[in-house]
């Protein structure tokens, strides 16, 4: 049997290359391998937005949209909007019987969230409850496999605590529930042109929707080697940001080379960067038309989210009956 997945991503806005490099690659690559659920999951969002939703509606078309020009294929996968699965909710209310309160409160990504976002208040019910509703999302299909970068993988750790104990207490021997997995992503993180963690808040993002020339424009304000003043100067890549975005996109010779060519001072860093800009633009084109292509489409967009969610209601009804039936729910 071909091993199922679950995976999600909370519609933010705009998406940009590390959501692509980071999550969507591997996306794409495991539609092949394995059977893939794909979730935008609104629901999360509103734990940190619920104060503005006013452009809930436009983020869920963004990110639909970037996920279909990146190459999920909606005939292969299923793509979801996880508030149109109520599934998702009565699983997660059902696995909060049964989760730990100071679990939750002890989670490092809670406490990191609520220092980091500390302009909003979010001392709330449903934030506490946002790693419940995660291992919900993945429980109502039985994923084995959950694919994240490394921030998730103490939620993936906390939704196996979950699991295991819903199943002690209302399995009799069995796993009503499997104990999923996570799948880290093999390319390691992207930071933003400025060198922090890329992020729309921080405004360091090269977008997946950004004309070439916006694109050429962030590189070349991105922070290079500070001991490099001069173009004479030899220079150490190796604490370059411009060289880090060049071990991702570029083809590993021309790397090498480059980097042989930073420490002999025989390139200078505008070169250096116009090279990069034009890979990232490469990479960039066919995924910022086809964004633009399906954003207009919206009539179409509606239709394969409704065949997506009406696959994922079916799929997760199935467990539902499962759990209602073990937990004695007739
Ligand atoms: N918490 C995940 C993130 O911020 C998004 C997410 C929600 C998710 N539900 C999920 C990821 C289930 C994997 C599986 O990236
Ligand atoms: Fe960085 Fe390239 Fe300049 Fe070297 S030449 S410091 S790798 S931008």
Redesign the pocket.
């Known amino acids: 049997m071909t091993p199922r997945i ?5 519609p933010t806005g705009l998406l940009h290359i590390g959501h692509l490099i980071g999550t969507l690659q591997s996306w794409v690559r495991l539609q092949e391998t394995h059977e893939c659920f794909f ?1 935008i ?1 609104d629901w ?1 969002m509103l734990t940190t937005n619920y104060e503005d939703t006013a452009h809930l509606g436009e983020h869920i078309q963004e990110m639909a949209a970037t996920w279909l020009a990146c190459g999920i294929d909606p005939e292969r996968s299923t793509i979801l909007l996880q508030s149109q699965v109520k599934q998702h909710a009565e699983l997660a209310l059902i696995l909060g019987m049964v989760t730990s309160q100071s679990a939750l409160e002890q989670l490092p990504t809670y406490k990191d969230m609520i220092r980091q976002l500390s302009h909003r208040d979010l001392k709330t019910y449903g934030f506490l409850g946002y790693p419940v509703l ?1 291992t919900a ?2 429980a109502a299909y039985r994923a084995t496999v ?1 694919p ?2 490394e921030d ?1 993988v103490p ?1 993936i750790e906390f939704a196996r605590e979950v699991i295991r104990r819903f199943n002690s207490f209302y399995g009799r021997g069995q796993q009503i529930l499997p104990e999923p997995q996570a799948l880290l992503s093999p390319t390691p993180r992207l930071l933003g042109v400025d060198g922090r963690k890329m992020s729309k808040s921080f405004d360091n993002a090269i977008n997946l929707a950004d004309p070439a020339e916006t694109v050429t424009k962030k590189v070349s304000v991105m922070v290079t080697d500070p001991a490099r003043v001069r173009r004479t100067d030899p220079g150490h890549p190796e604490v370059c940001s411009v060289f880090s975005y060049h071990r991702i996109f570029t083809p590993e010779a021309k790397v090498t080379e480059i980097d042989s060519a930073c420490r002999r001072a025989t390139i200078g860093c505008t070169d250096c960067k116009r090279q990069l800009a034009a890979n990232l633009n490469e990479l960039i084109e066919p995924i910022r038309e086809g964004r633009s292509r399906w954003i207009q489409r919206p009539g179409e967009i509606a239709e394969i989210l409704e065949k997506g969610n009406t696959r994922a209601q079916s799929e997760a009804e199935a467990t539902l009956r499962a759990v209602r039936s073990a937990v004695g729910l007739h």
């Open positions: 679950f995976s999600g991503q909370r979730g999951v999360h995660q999302d993945i959950v994240v970068g998730q939620h």
